[in-house]
Nanobody, 125 residues
């Protein structure tokens, strides 16, 4: 099983939208939860959105609820993060995480064993 690969990061104006993609062989077949995290220098990695694959349950950080949406395309082994109404404080490197450890909290980095290299999102005012 391959490591996740993120793409779609870009520079946008405040209020703009982006869609991030996370792809890996067997991505949606080998992990019960796929999640997106973000991190800025000097800060902890923050769980943004998680998707439980067996029941399609979505989880979101309170700060992004109703603006960010996590979806998947099983045929392409891809999970997406649609982001709307982006804010400057959301400038960060966004990471995709897989290899979920059952019984752990979806928003904790230690819950995952497979990480991508990240994709940069910059929101300017």
């Amino acid at each position: 099983q391959g490591q996740p690969v993120e793409s779609g990061g870009d520079s946008v104006q405040v209020g703009g939208s982006l869609r991030l993609s996370c792809t890996a062989s067997g991505l949606t077949a080998r992990s019960d939860v796929i999640a997106w995290f973000r991190q800025t220098p000097g800060k902890d990695r923050e769980g943004v959105a998680g998707l439980t694959l067996h029941n399609s349950k979505e989880n979101y950080a309170a700060s992004v609820r109703d603006r960010f949406f996590i979806t998947r395309d099983n045929n392409k082994n891809t999970v997406f993060l649609q982001m709307r109404d982006l804010r400057p404080k959301e400038t960060a490197t966004y990471y995709c995480a897989a290899g979920y450890r059952a019984g752990t909290i979806w928003s904790k980095p230690r819950a995952y064993s497979r990480w991508g290299q990240g994709t940069q999102v910059t929101v300017s005012s």
